[in-house]
């Protein structure tokens, strides 16, 4: 190989250097002191119609975390123009990373705020309290990815399961102590003022 070309290669893999330890470190799986206890096997999921946001906001899984040895996971998530998304919180166990695939989303962290267009990433550290929201006037849908917490069957439960169709009356006692355990079970803390903020937020960009 010659020399130019053999730098313009390894110019690729030079950023993978700088990954922070969290990336490039041996899963709990990996390692053996998790729940891989076969090789992970190659996985093709084909395209499916646009998820549609339903005038508020909606999710689809892809990768499962049963299909990963408990590695990872992946879902989908449209939000309606001008809607809000969950109270502030953090996790305590789990890392986001986010991918807009349309729009632009709007995050904040630990106080920061950043806008994330189609294209961008955003990762979410464990222990660093976040929301995010749509304060366009377009859809915006992004791929969320979680590492090492099947976190989408805590989503499948919210969205699909703790619904008043399955007798889960919003602001019922019921739904709520079904969402608590939820919480304690994957690790997400809610700040006792995260209703007071996330209100906030939402008068500030008039969101619904």
Same mark, same amino acid.
């Given at each position: 190989?010659?020399?130019?070309?053999?730098?313009?290669?390894?110019?690729?893999?030079?950023?993978?250097?700088?990954?922070?330890?969290?990336?490039?470190?041996? +899963?709990?799986?990996?390692?053996?002191?998790?729940?891989? +206890?076969?090789?992970?096997?190659?996985?093709?999921?084909?395209?499916?119609?646009? $998820?549609? #946001?339903?005038?508020?906001?909606?999710?689809?899984?892809?990768?499962?975390?049963?299909?990963?040895?408990?590695?990872?996971?992946?879902?989908?998530? &449209? &939000?309606?123009?001008?809607?809000?998304?969950?109270?502030?919180?953090?996790?305590?166990?789990?890392?986001? $990373?986010?991918?807009? $695939?349309?729009?632009?989303?709007?995050?904040?962290?630990?106080?920061?705020? &950043?806008? &994330?267009?189609?294209?961008?990433? #955003?990762?979410?550290?464990?222990?660093?309290? #976040?929301?995010?929201?749509?304060?366009?006037?377009?859809?915006?849908?992004?791929?969320?990815?979680?590492?090492?917490?099947?976190?989408?069957?805590?989503?499948?439960?919210?969205?699909?399961?703790?619904?008043?169709?399955?007798?889960?009356?919003?602001? +019922?006692?019921?739904?709520?102590?079904? #969402?608590?355990? $939820?919480?304690?079970?994957?690790?997400?803390?809610?700040?006792?003022?995260?209703?007071?903020?996330?209100?906030?937020?939402?008068?500030?960009?008039?969101?619904?």
């Amino acid at each position: 190989m010659e020399r130019r070309h053999f730098l313009q290669a390894a110019s690729l893999f030079a950023p993978l250097s700088m990954l922070p330890e969290w990336a490039t470190a041996a +899963s709990p799986a990996a390692a053996g002191k998790g729940p891989l +206890s076969e090789p992970i096997k190659p996985l093709y999921l084909p395209p499916l119609p646009p $998820l549609a #946001h339903n005038g508020t906001m909606n999710i689809r899984t892809w990768v499962r975390s049963s299909m990963t040895g408990g590695v990872y996971s992946s879902v989908e998530c &449209v &939000v309606a123009p001008k809607v809000m998304g969950p109270p502030p919180h953090f996790h305590k166990e789990l890392d986001e $990373l986010m991918f807009v $695939l349309e729009g632009t989303a709007s995050v904040i962290v630990d106080g920061k705020e &950043v806008q &994330v267009e189609a294209g961008g990433w #955003h990762l979410r550290p464990r222990m660093l309290t #976040h929301t995010f929201w749509n304060a366009t006037d377009k859809p915006l849908r992004f791929v969320d990815m979680y590492f090492n917490q099947p976190f989408e069957e805590f989503l499948e439960q919210i969205f699909f399961e703790l619904t008043p169709e399955k007798g889960y009356e919003y602001g +019922s006692e019921k739904r709520e102590m079904a #969402h608590n355990k $939820l919480n304690e079970k994957f690790g997400l803390v809610y700040a006792a003022t995260c209703g007071v903020e996330r209100q906030e937020i939402m008068n500030k960009y008039e969101l619904k």
